[in-house]
């Protein structure tokens, strides 16, 4: 079993933690919106959507997206 870091508090754990578990709701809810959208036809999305392929296609963009943001985000701080 590895040890945790010298300077890694329970803080810092916390905070890493908080960060990841926020990173999957994103992803669940991105998969959970578009099977909505899907659903209700919202924007006419249900005949584009259609398709298992193309659902995955648009929910991974969109993490990807959502992904590179959040990168963009981190650099600029």
């Known amino acids: 079993m590895e040890k945790m870091a010298a300077g890694f508090t329970f803080k810092d754990f916390l905070k890493d933690l908080g960060m990841r578990i926020s990173a999957a709701s994103i992803v669940v809810g991105i998969f959970f919106g578009l099977g909505y ?12 959507l259609d398709s298992t392929t193309a659902y995955f ?6 993490v990807a997206l959502v992904a590179i943001v959040w990168i963009l985000y981190q650099h600029t701080k």
Do not use: E
């Open 37 to 48: 959208f899907k659903r209700t036809d919202f924007l006419g999305l249900s005949s584009v």
């Open 57 to 62: 296609t648009a929910a991974f963009a969109l």
